[in-house]
């Protein structure tokens, strides 16, 4: 069996926060036994609310944040036995925001070169400037836009450009974090668009966090459900919205907005608010929102159980 491109293997996260004024500070969990498999040329969709740690995923994924426990492997190495730079080689970044992520005071040659010329990979200056030629070709920016800045180009430009940017290292994985939420309608359609044809043409595998249910059903080849930072549902993209199984899966594709305004806003079910991961609640930490939770949901934490290439957290999946 083919080793996947990203394996992430019982991962956790733990925090110490102040729990407030003359409390001193308790454990967040921001990640809790997180296990993926991202096979080579897949797109992985991560989805939740803000706050159930897809975020720290993704850090610990780039290397910016150390593990608590688990392991996360990258084409079967332990990302604990290579080197930084040798994380940044693999794996790259296309962050949420064109016009924060890229420096105003360098040109788009500049910008585009800087990962391999910071990780001593560019050679001379001309070879470094072939290489940002040909990678503004294959992200759809004209050449005469090299020696310009930021600031000279639209919200879609900037984002090709940190697309070329995070595609000149020739990455084994692309990490998008809503690499469309900061543009306009008409320009997300293009960038993803984009992102469909490079994964094709260069057997790409991204793995992709969103709030933007849309964008994983058009993306991602399977969809991993985050909540208070465990890994609730997992699927296949198609079977996985066609029958969502777990309740919190259910309650944010009932979210989904319908373009229609005499239907008014959609009923998720879900009851309470998101609860503080601070101290989250006993059992199934779901349960306190979960329109079919009983005495059990409330005092035993689910077990994951694999059905038909599908995971489920839950202990009455519908």
Known sequence: MTEPTLQIEDVTKIYR????????????????????????????????????????VAKMVLGLEK?????????????????????????????????????PRKSIARIISLPIRALGL??????????????????GLPPRLKHNYPNQLSGGQRQRVAVARALIMRPEVVLCDE?????????????????????????????????????VEHMATRVAVMYLGRIVEEADTAALFKRPRHPYTQALLASVLIPDPTLGLPET???VAYPNPIDPPA???????CPRADQKCAAVAPHPVVESDRLVECHYPD
């Open 17 to 56: 926060v102040s729990a407030g004024a003359f409390k001193g500070k308790r454990a967040l969990k921001a990640v809790n036994g997180v296990s993926l498999k991202v096979p080579k040329g897949s797109v992985l969709g991560l989805v939740g609310e803000s706050g159930c740690g897809k975020t720290t």
């Open 67 to 103: 593990m608590t426990g688990g392991e996360i492997y990258i084409a079967g190495k332990s990302m604990s036995s290579i080197s930084p730079k040798d994380i940044a080689r693999r794996i790259q970044p296309v962050f949420q925001d064109p016009y924060s992520s890229l420096n």
């Open 122 to 139: 560019a050679g001379s200056r001309t070879e470094w400037e072939a290489k940002v030629d040909e990678v503004m070709e294959v992200v």
């Open 179 to 215: 690499p469309t939420s900061a543009l306009d309608v008409s320009v997300q359609a293009q960038i993803l668009n984009l992102l469909l044809n490079l994964r094709r043409e260069l057997n790409l595998t991204y793995v992709i966090i969103t709030h933007d249910l849309a964008v």
């Open 269 to 271: 079910h879900l009851g």
């Open 283 to 289: 059992g199934c930490t779901f349960h306190p929102r």
